[in-house]
């Protein structure tokens, strides 16, 4: 199967060819001067093709779909290892479109196979007629195997993604639970463990503006932590995130490529690699 890398994902879908032995194909991009885009597939593809392009803008979603039509005989495994949009996932407020399913309907268009990396709900998932999603928590765990650490879910919402992270590093976990004092007040702390004098690292699916990793990591630090580090799956960074999370006295922050960033110690391209060999 042939390989071609998106606008984002451009190391990650490299690392997937190299990791999969598989051809990585050129395509030229290009922007007109009114902010539309141009894609042309450089090869002609008489195999299979997966494309690997994670959505974090509407320039990536635009390139994609793009990129699909370019492809339309050929037969596609579509790659998106980080699918913005998927957080809004129903209706909140009457009226709202449902983003993600909205999305859903234009990939499917084109192709049913999509792999993905730990989407943001099952209701985001069960849009899609044919969808993979890929667990970076063992991943993360692997990263923190056997060292002298406590995982930290920064709600009881995600304290079953930091269960397997957990089981993989060998350590134990709790999660950060609001306790109300009174009308005014309300305690922030750890549910069971006591986290004075201990390395503590949060765990996330998504960073997005840094804002609960920031409250958890003063929380944790009040209550004594020896060193504060977040570790997440999606490392959306908006809005200088990243800045402030250092900002604020955290000891680390690390993530994986499903987004590119700086902080993207973790690969996830032997899962990806190994996904697109098994899809079916």
């Given at each position: ?12 879908g490299k690392k997937i ?145 930091v269960k397997v992270a ?60 020896k060193r504060v580090e ?51």
């Amino acid at each position: 199967m042939n390989i071609i890398s998106g606008l984002s994902s451009p190391t990650l879908g490299k690392k997937i060819s190299t990791k999969a032995g598989n051809k990585l194909i050129g395509v030229e991009i290009k922007k007109f001067p009114d902010g539309e885009l141009y894609v042309r597939v450089l090869d002609d593809i008489k195999d299979g093709v997966a494309v690997i392009q994670s959505v974090c803008s509407n320039d990536d979603l635009v390139f994609l779909l793009l990129l699909l039509d370019a492809l339309e005989d050929a037969e596609k495994i579509v790659v998106v290892p980080y699918f913005g949009y998927a957080r809004q996932d129903r209706k909140f407020k009457e009226g709202e479109g449902v983003s993600i399913r909205a999305i859903a309907r234009l990939i499917e268009g084109y192709t049913d196979k999509i792999i993905t990396v730990n989407l943001h709900s099952e209701m985001a998932k069960s849009y899609f007629k044919n969808i993979y999603e890929i667990d970076a928590m063992p991943l993360i765990g692997r990263m923190y195997k056997d060292k002298d650490i406590v995982m930290i879910s920064p709600d009881f919402g995600s304290v079953e993604r930091v269960k397997v992270a957990a089981k993989h590093a060998n350590c134990e976990f709790d999660y950060l639970e609001k306790k109300r004092i009174d009308a005014d007040h309300v305690e922030i702390s750890p549910k069971e463990i006591d986290v004075e004098g201990k390395h503590v690292v949060i765990v996330d699916d998504i960073i997005s503006t840094g804002g609960t990793i920031i409250e958890a990591t003063n929380i944790l630090k009040q209550l004594g932590a020896k060193r504060v580090e977040a570790v997440c799956v999606h490392a959306v960074l908006a809005n200088y995130a990243l800045s402030k999370l250092y900002n604020s006295g955290i000891d680390d922050v690390l993530a994986t490529d499903t987004i590119e960033r700086i902080i993207s110690k973790i690969t996830v391209a032997d899962e990806i690699a190994t996904a697109l060999e098994n899809f079916d």
